[in-house]
């Protein structure tokens, strides 16, 4: 008796394997010695894979390090996204999206460091930013209507006020993953004081 054959890997499946075999070896290098071991030649290196091979998924070291930004971010603003469709009253919805905004980076604590700890880079004057070229602004933008909506203001501006929000969290963050010594309090109590600036 002969045993069905398994199907063959697709070229696109394999060459996500090496996509995502680069991308874990960024971060482990980033993990291990900061952003200023991130290489091409190291990248490739960790990867297994010759430093031409890699330049054929991604163009630079600003290329590798703005897909792991992607990956870090996509997932936070689908918690997000699920946390204002949980809530329906206003204020408790805004806390609610804040509270996971924090919940995230603080349950994965590397993907806030490869965010927020390594500064965007641009090839050439007329690229555009990672935030000019993603959904990252806007996604961190859906707390203005949320802040209009818990004030009872929906015809309000309050972009002003949101960028001050994500300031705050994202300060409340940065202390409890890089300050980790000091006796902080839970997350949760830091972000109920914000609130109360809306109401």
């Not at 204002?84 to 995230?104: I, K, S």
């Not at 604590?109 to 641009?122: A, G, N, Q, S």
């Not at 602004?137 to 006020?161: C, N, Q, V, W």
């Amino acid at each position: 008796m002969t045993r069905p054959s398994l199907p063959a890997t697709s070229k696109e499946q394999r060459q996500e394997a090496v996509r995502a075999r680069i991308l874990e070896a960024a971060r482990e290098i980033f993990e291990a010695k900061g952003s200023g071991a991130l290489s091409i030649r190291a990248i490739a290196a960790r990867a297994g894979i010759p430093a031409m091979t890699l330049y054929s998924y991604f163009p630079s070291k600003t290329a590798v390090v703005r897909a792991l930004w992607s990956l870090a971010f996509d997932p936070l603003f689908a918690e997000m996204r699920a946390a204002e469709d949980a809530e329906t009253e206003p204020r408790a919805r805004l806390l609610r999206v804040a509270q996971a905004y924090v919940d995230y980076w603080l349950a994965f604590p590397d993907r806030y460091r490869i965010v927020f700890l390594i500064e965007d880079r641009r090839e050439a004057d007329q690229d555009p930013w990672f935030i000019g070229e993603t959904d990252v602004i806007a996604s961190y933008m859906r707390f203005a209507p949320l802040i209009a909506a818990a004030k009872g203001d929906p015809d309000g501006d309050h972009t002003r006020e949101a960028e001050a929000l994500i300031c705050a969290l994202t300060g409340v963050v940065h202390m409890l993953v890089t300050v980790s010594e000091y006796p902080w309090a839970d997350s949760r109590s830091y972000v109920e004081v914000m609130m109360r600036a809306f109401g």
